[in-house]
């Protein structure tokens, strides 16, 4: 018995002193109305870097390559800039179109979106070649109606969550339309978990939910007042924490009240539902629609 206790007091110290060496985990955050990108550190929740941006740029998605290069859109188009703010790259969006996605892709190469008449997907890499390019018709007039963030599946084909349509359409690279699921609430991103389960988040119908898609199966769902220690309002961009969790962004641009509710702006849930993390400071931080954790 007492080798066994001696055993365990071990393992905790060294499991202890493993956890103390661990990366500092940092979040870039920004969100549409807020006129800054910033990175913060995790645990001080101190902003250790920022990017200006200007008035009306709504940035809805923003993320970081493996080099330390930091990727966002900007409604006017997505660029690709240097820590110390230098372009490498600046792709427009035309004339009345909003480019509302960017995101570095698992294999390295950049997937953005701006939604329009037609709708464009655009895989470039990191130099902005262009890789490939579909064109979709969302049936949509209306540009800022369309969608925020899309996303690719692992077998190649692009979903782009369809706001008002409160649905999934996954399209082929060569734009054709492969199956449309419904979700719950108007769709603002989509994440994948495991499998064809993904984790949607349904902007201002107050919803976040797990569903798998190919079984039309939900399988996790929260509305406004179902998780402890905040209250949902728009549910926006989402990140996998590093504690095999997930990020929320909670951007509460829509309700002028929502300061009054002492709501966090982002926070991390747990397997459990609940939240083991958060950021809840209106003077320091705006209003956060996005968020990546840096690589």
Not at 158 to 170: C, G, K, N, S
Request: aromatic share 10%; net charge positive.
């Amino acid at each position: 018995m007492r080798r066994l206790y001696l055993f365990v007091s071990v393992l905790s110290v060294f499991l202890f002193l493993v956890s103390m060496k661990r990366e500092p985990v940092k979040l870039l955050l920004s969100g549409s109305g807020w006129n800054k990108i910033v990175m913060i550190d995790k645990q001080s929740k101190n902003i250790e870097w920022e990017h200006k941006l200007e008035k009306g740029w709504e940035c809805n998605s923003v993320d970081c390559t493996d080099d330390g290069n930091i990727l966002f859109s900007y409604k006017k188009g997505a660029k690709l800039i240097t820590k110390d703010h230098k372009e490498i790259w600046n792709i427009p969006a035309p004339e009345g179109c909003e480019m509302q996605s960017a995101r570095v892709l698992p294999d390295g190469n950049i997937l953005l979106a701006w939604a329009g008449t037609p709708a464009v997907i655009l895989e470039v890499d990191q130099t902005g070649k262009e890789l490939n390019r579909v064109e979709y018709n969302t049936g949509i007039a209306r540009s800022h109606g369309q969608f925020r963030q899309i996303n690719k599946a692992k077998n190649g084909n692009y979903l782009l969550p369809i706001m008002p349509h409160e649905a999934v359409y996954e399209i082929s690279p060569k734009g054709e339309l492969v199956n449309k699921y419904a979700v719950k609430g108007n769709p603002f991103t989509i994440l994948n978990d495991k499998g064809n389960v993904y984790w949607i988040a349904g902007g201002d119908k107050h919803i976040l939910s797990k569903k798998d898609l190919k079984k039309d199966k939900v399988l996790v769902e929260y509305h406004a007042k179902d998780i402890e220690g905040t209250q949902l309002f728009f549910v926006a961009g989402l990140a996998k924490s590093e504690r095999n969790g997930l990020y929320v962004c909670n951007w509460q641009g829509h309700d002028k009240n929502a300061i009054l509710t002492n709501s966090p702006q982002v926070f991390e849930l747990d397997k459990r539902g609940k939240i083991i993390w958060s950021l809840n400071d209106n003077k320091k931080f705006g209003k956060i629609s996005a968020i990546s954790v840096v690589k």
